[in-house]
C-alpha cells in the first residue's frame, strides 16, 4: 500500500477521535436548545467550570481560598484530602444540579416567553459570570486533572497497523476511552429522552409551552433537569479535554469549536451533533495533511468555520436540522 | 330549580349529579379592561355545559380562569366541594382538569400516538431508572398506560394516523387528536375551546358526535365554549351565556334560547 494513503487513513482515524470530543461539546448545546430553545453560550464555560471542581473536590482545595484568606488573613489552602475520582464526580454532579438550579430560579424564571436573542445575551453574562466565579473559587492557575484515564499510544493498534502497513499508527489510549464515552453518553441521552417520563415531558417542553402545561408538565422543573444533564454533558467534556491539555481557561473557549460543529449537525438534533463532530473533526486532519503544506499549514484554525459557512449557503438547517418552513 | 347536591335530570334522560364545578363571583381584569364582571356559574357531573356569546364576550378568558391559566382577582373557584388556592396551569391539570386550545397546542414533532401518551405523563410513576432501562414497573406501567390510550385513539376513530407525525395532518384531525390527548388523563372535568373553530360542516358533526359519545361512553362532564349557536343547542344539556364579560343568561338552551337579554345580544337591538 502506498506510504500516503497509510498515512492519511492514520490521520483519518485521529480526526475522528478528534471529531468525538468536538462532539460531546455540541452535544451539551443541543439539548438545552432543543429543550428551551436557548443557546447557551456558556456550555464551554460550564465544562471548565465543572472540570475545574472536579480537580478542586479532590484535591481537598478550599474553596474561596484566596478571598477567605484575604478577608480574615488566615493560610488556608487545603483540606488534607485526596478523593477518589468516582466520588469527585459525583460531588461535581451534585455542584453541577445545584447550578441548574440556581441559573433557572436566578436567571431564566425571569425570562419566560423573552426574545431567544435575550436569552442568548443572558447566557453570555451567565458564561463570563461563571468564568471570574470558578477563578474565585478554585484559583486561576492551570491544574492537572487525572481521573485515572488511561494516556499515551495504544500499543495494540500501534503492533497491529506495523504488522500489516509496516507502519505504526499512533492512537491516544484517551481519545479510544472517550469514543467508547460518548457512544455510551447519546446511549443514555437517546434512552432517558425517548423512554422516560422525564423525556416525554423534556421533549413536550420543547415542542409547546402551554399545551405542556395542559396535560401537567412543570416547565420549571423540566428547566432544571434539562440544564442538570447539560452540566453533566458538560462535566464528561470537561474530563476528557481537562485529562488532554490541563484545566485552564483555554478549555472555556472549544466551545467556538462547536460552533461549525453546530451549523453543520443542526441545532436541533443529537445525532446530527455527533456526524457534524465527527465531519469536522476528520475534516480538518484530512486537509490540514493533504492541502496544509501547499499553503502553509495551520489550516485547523480556520478550516471548521470555512466548512461551516459552505454548509450555511446550501443547507442552513445542517445535516440533520428541522427544516425551516415559513407558510404564505 | 337546581338542587345544589341532587342534580337534575336531563331532557334525554341522563341523571346529572351534584356541582364538580362552582365559580363564584369571579372578576377578571387585564390593566384597565375588565373580561369578566362579577359571574358566578357551576359545572355538574356528567353534564355537558357550553358557555356562548359574542366575539370578545370573555368566554375564553374564563375557560382559561377554570384551567389555571389566568388567576382572577376577585372571586374563588370551588373544585369538588373545596376551594382551589391560585395555582398554576400544570398543577391544575394534575388534579384532573384537562383541556385543549381554540388555536390547537399540540406537540408538532411528535407522532399522534406520543401525543396522546403525553396525557398520561401525570399518572406515571416509575422511577427514572426503571423506565430507561424499561424493566419491572415501568413496564408495566407503560403497558397499562399505552392501553388507555389505544382504547381513546380507536373511539375516536385515528387508529388509521397513529404513527404519524402530528405536524404533517389537516387542521381537523389535529383538533381530534388534541381532544384525544385531553381525554387520555381521564379527565374529572373536560375544557373545550372552541373544539368547532374554522371546520366545514362535516367536521362539525363528527366532532359533535366524539363529543357527545365522549359523554356518554366514559360519563365525562365537559364544559366547552363555542360560538356556533345551533351547535351548541344541540349538544349541551346547560348554557351560560356572557357578553361583554358579563354573565347575561343561564339555563337549558330552550330557556336561553327565549331569553330576550340573549336574543338581543346575538342579534343586535334597534335603538330608536
Known amino acids: 500500500m502506498p506510504e500516503q494513503l497509510v498515512f492519511a487513513m492514520e490521520v483519518f482515524l485521529n480526526g475522528l477521535m478528534a471529531g468525538v470530543l468536538y462532539a460531546l461539546v455540541a452535544l451539551g448545546f443541543v439539548l438545552i436548545y ?18 475545574m471542581t472536579l480537580v478542586g473536590i479532590m484535591e481537598g ?55 431567544p436573542i435575550i436569552l442568548f445575551m443572558a447566557t453570555i453574562g451567565l458564561a463570563y459570570f461563571m468564568e471570574g466565579f470558578g477563578d474565585l473559587m478554585w484559583g486561576a492557575e492551570i491544574k492537572k486533572l487525572d481521573v485515572g484515564l488511561p494516556q499515551g499510544i495504544n500499543l495494540w493498534i500501534d503492533e497491529t497497523t506495523f504488522n500489516i502497513f509496516d507502519y505504526g499508527f499512533f492512537i491516544d489510549n484517551l481519545d479510544i476511552v472517550a469514543t467508547i464515552i460518548a457512544a455510551l453518553l447519546v446511549g443514555v441521552l437517546v434512552a432517558f429522552s425517548q423512554y422516560t417520563k422525564q423525556g416525554r415531558a423534556m421533549r413536550a417542553v420543547a415542542d409547546d409551552h402551554q399545551a405542556a402545561l395542559s396535560v401537567g408538565v412543570s416547565l420549571s422543573f423540566i428547566w ?28 472555556s473557549l472549544i466551545a467556538l469549536k462547536a460552533l461549525p460543529v453546530l451549523m453543520l449537525g443542526g441545532f436541533t438534533s443529537i445525532p446530527g451533533a455527533i456526524v457534524g463532530g465527527l465531519i469536522i473533526g476528520v475534516g480538518e486532519k484530512l486537509f490540514e495533511f493533504a492541502i496544509g503544506p501547499i499553503i502553509g499549514g495551520a489550516t485547523e484554525n480556520w478550516f471548521a468555520y470555512v466548512l461551516a459557512l459552505v454548509f450555511l449557503v446550501f443547507r442552513p438547517q445542517g445535516l440533520f436540522g428541522d427544516k425551516i418552513i415559513e407558510r404564505v | 330549580m337546581l338542587d345544589q347536591e341532587q342534580g337534575y335530570v336531563t331532557a334525554d334522560g341522563r341523571q346529572i349529579g351534584g356541582t364538580v364545578m362552582d365559580m363564584r363571583n369571579i372578576t377578571l381584569r387585564f390593566g384597565g379592561v375588565t373580561a369578566i364582571k362579577d359571574i358566578s356559574f357551576d359545572i355538574r357531573e356528567g ?6 356569546g359574542p366575539n370578545g364576550a370573555g368566554k375564553s378568558s374564563m375557560l382559561n380562569v377554570i384551567s ?14 373545596e376551594k382551589r388556592a391560585p395555582m398554576r396551569p400544570y398543577e391544575v391539570a394534575r388534579q384532573g382538569i384537562a383541556r385543549t386550545f381554540q388555536n390547537i397546542a399540540l406537540f408538532e414533532g411528535m407522532s399522534v400516538l406520543d401525543n396522546v401518551m403525553t396525557g398520561r405523563l401525570t399518572q406515571m410513576k416509575a422511577g427514572i431508572l426503571s423506565q430507561a432501562l424499561w424493566r419491572g414497573k415501568a413496564e408495566k406501567e407503560e403497558v397499562e398506560n399505552r392501553e388507555i390510550c389505544e382504547k381513546v385513539i380507536d373511539f375516536l376513530e385515528i387508529q388509521h394516523i397513529r404513527k404519524t407525525p402530528v405536524a404533517r395532518l389537516p387542521y381537523g384531525l389535529k383538533k381530534r387528536v388534541e381532544l384525544a390527548r385531553a381525554l387520555a388523563s381521564e379527565p374529572k372535568l373536560l375544557l373545550l375551546d372552541e ?10 358533526e363528527d366532532m359533535s358526535r366524539f363529543i357527545l359519545d365522549v359523554n356518554d361512553e366514559f360519563g365525562t362532564t ?20 356572557m357578553d361583554y364579560g358579563r354573565k347575561i343568561g343561564d339555563g337549558t338552551p330552550e330557556e336561553v334560547r327565549n331569553n330576550q337579554e340573549v336574543i338581543d345580544a346575538y342579534l343586535g337591538v334597534s335603538h330608536d
Open chain 1, 224 to 251: 432544571v433537569m434539562v440544564w442538570s444533564v447539560a452540566g453533566f454533558v458538560a462535566l464528561v467534556a470537561g474530563i476528557m479535554w481537562g485529562t488532554k491539555s490541563g484545566v485552564q481557561f483555554s478549555l
Open chain 2, 68 to 81: 389555571g391559566f389566568y388567576v382572577p382577582q376577585e372571586g374563588q373557584v370551588y373544585f369538588r366541594g
Open chain 2, 195 to 204: 373544539p368547532m373553530a374554522g371546520m366545514n360542516v362535516e367536521e362539525k
Open chain 1, 61 to 115: 482545595q478550599v474553596p474561596f481560598s484566596h478571598l477567605i484568606n484575604a478577608m480574615l488573613g488566615t493560610h488556608v489552602h487545603h483540606f488534607g484530602w485526596h478523593l477518589p475520582a468516582v466520588l469527585g464526580i459525583l460531588l461535581t454532579m451534585v455542584v453541577m444540579v445545584g447550578l441548574a438550579w440556581l441559573v433557572q430560579v436566578v436567571i431564566f424564571r425571569h425570562l419566560v416567553n423573552q426574545e
Open chain 2, 222 to 241: 365537559i364544559a366547552l365554549i363555542e360560538h356556533d349557536m345551533g351547535v351548541v343547542m344541540d349538544l349541551s344539556d346547560r348554557v351560560v351565556v
Open chain 1, 34 to 51: 432543543k429543550a428551551s430553545g436557548i443557546f447557551n453560550y456558556a456550555q464551554g464555560v460550564m465544562a471548565l467550570f465543572s472540570a
Open chain 2, 47 to 52: 353534564e355537558i355545559r357550553a358557555i356562548i
